[in-house]
């Protein structure tokens, strides 16, 4: 597997003497594969059952942990993700929201195009009257790196439909997902 070659030759240049890490590249090839499952797949497919409701007001999952790494520096982003919406009719099980945030998160990303997909996502896949996403982590490039700022957090947040420009539906939605 190329990962492998890579991260052998990588480990090497660091470790002139990396006789004891002789099976670290297979296990970092394995991390890779699982951490950037993300790529290709097909929305569709990870949201694939809807139920009938007359359910029309706010339904939110909130503090939905995900791990994602930078694509500037290659380094973790580990947060949490609040999502929610209005239904028209139809609704999706939160286990399902919480995959569309895994979807996203397991690539390399940036933090802000990262809560546009899943907003962008969720409307999409559902005929919603509004969407919400507001996300918030800690960057290892941050906290770790450069600046070392630890217990700095990252607050993005995306809106879709009527939400966009309702700024009492705006308020109640960042209210909920900050309550503890």
């Not at 590249?25 to 097909?42: H, N, Q």
Request: a neutral charge; one cysteine or more.
């Amino acid at each position: 597997m190329d990962i492998e070659r890579h991260i052998k030759s990588i480990i090497e240049q660091i470790d002139p003497d990396s006789s004891r890490l002789e099976k670290t590249p297979s296990r970092v090839a394995k991390v890779c594969k699982d951490s950037f499952s993300g790529y290709g797949l097909d929305i569709s497919n990870v949201v694939d059952k809807f139920y009938d409701s007359p359910m029309d007001d706010l339904i939110i999952l909130k503090n939905i942990r995900f791990e994602s790494y930078c694509e500037h520096h290659l380094v973790p982003m580990i947060g949490t993700a609040s999502v929610g919406y209005v239904p028209q009719g139809k609704i999706v099980g939160a286990s399902k929201l919480a995959r569309i945030v895994d979807c996203f998160a397991r690539r390399m990303q940036l933090q802000e195009r990262m809560t546009m997909e899943i907003a962008h996502a969720l409307e999409s896949v559902l005929d919603v009257k509004w969407v919400g996403a507001y996300l918030e982590a800690e960057h290892f490039c941050i906290s770790r790196r450069g600046v070392k700022k630890q217990e700095s957090k990252f607050v993005t947040r995306y809106f879709c439909g009527t939400l966009k420009n309702d700024l009492n539906l705006r308020r109640e939605f960042l209210e909920s997902v900050r309550e503890n």
